[in-house]
């Protein structure tokens, strides 16, 4: 298995932290993003220059690309992009403030953009590369309480299955990764809710107030063996376009696609007799 250099948003906690492990303990090495430098003192110590790390907020949108540069330059060849700094910010549309809105936006579609779009004069001119995006099964799926969550992941999904399509020309692959529930800090740790509204109480919206602060209700994700299968997807060619992750991300993506299909077929005699006469 040849060693390869990884570019890796949001590296000190969740599926960035575990891939980041399992790569530098395979050798590989990884430029990682963080927002607190310190959280990765154990692993910079163990790795040395090995890992390479800078503090990067995706909503700061010039400072993506001279972080890139700087990984670029550091390492000289950045075999793989992983965009995986992202939070969930949940709640029904109106309760959430434009703030919230637009930061929710920023950090899980705008900020992936730039960084991308950042990267892509570098693979090209190497000859290559791959991208990987963490999107989740509500990149396909949609569920009430969640509706700027999904927002800004449908929005990332579009883009890089378009940008793939692009690339391929380039010999550039994009995967997009779309696991489900997964024992990681997303959850209990990063997760953002919005005011609960009087309106909403008892309406499907509400519920994910009481999902998101329930503890005893486990995900039931191995993220240890979704980071394995994330580092192994680099070794397939062509490249995965999509990976969905977890028993509870088969479900829900297999359903809402089964369920938009047929409302589709049942449209197409409408749909064809907008045409004009052939």
């Known amino acids: 298995m040849a060693q390869r250099s990884w570019f890796i948003t949001g590296v000190n906690s969740g599926f960035g932290r575990l891939i980041t492990e399992g790569l530098l ?5 990884v ?6 430098m310190d959280s990765m003192n154990d692993l910079k110590a163990r790795y040395g220059d090995r890992l390479w ?3 990067l907020d995706m909503t700061d949108l010039p400072a993506i690309g001279n972080v890139v540069k700087k990984a ?3 390492f000289g060849k950045i075999d793989v992009i992983v965009s995986n700094a992202g939070y ?9 403030t434009d703030d919230q809105i637009a930061h929710q936006l920023s950090t899980n579609l705008i900020g992936p953009i730039h960084l991308v779009r950042a990267g892509l004069p570098y693979l090209r001119a190497q000859g290559g590369g791959r991208i990987i995006g963490f999107s989740t099964y509500g990149g396909q799926a949609a569920l009430p309480g969640g509706s700027l969550y999904h927002a800004s992941k449908w929005g990332l999904e579009g883009f890089l ?22 024992r990681t800090n997303f959850r209990f740790g990063g997760a953002q809710l919005g005011t609960p509204l009087e309106a909403y109480k008892g309406t499907p919206a509400a519920m994910v107030h009481t999902l998101i602060k329930d ?3 486990l995900p039931p994700g191995d993220p240890k063996k979704m980071a394995k299968i994330i580092i192994d997807s680099v070794e397939q060619n062509p490249a995965p376009k999509r990976i969905a992750l977890g028993s ?5 993506i297999h359903k809402a696609l089964a369920d938009r299909l047929s409302a589709l077929e049942s449209q197409k005699e409408i749909a064809f007799s907008t045409d004009f006469p052939k």
């Open 31 to 36: 430029a990682g993003t963080v927002r607190k």
């Open 72 to 74: 670029f330059a550091e």
């Open 161 to 182: 299955d378009a940008l793939g399509q692009e690339l391929a020309p380039f010999k550039i692959g994009v995967s997009i990764i779309e696991p489900g529930g997964a």
């Open 215 to 217: 503890t005893s209700r």
């Open 53 to 55: 790390l800078a503090h």
């Open 248 to 252: 509870d991300a088969y479900g829900a």
């Open 88 to 96: 969930g910010l949940f709640g029904a549309a109106e309760e959430l």
């Open 25 to 29: 303990e395979r050798g590989d090495r």
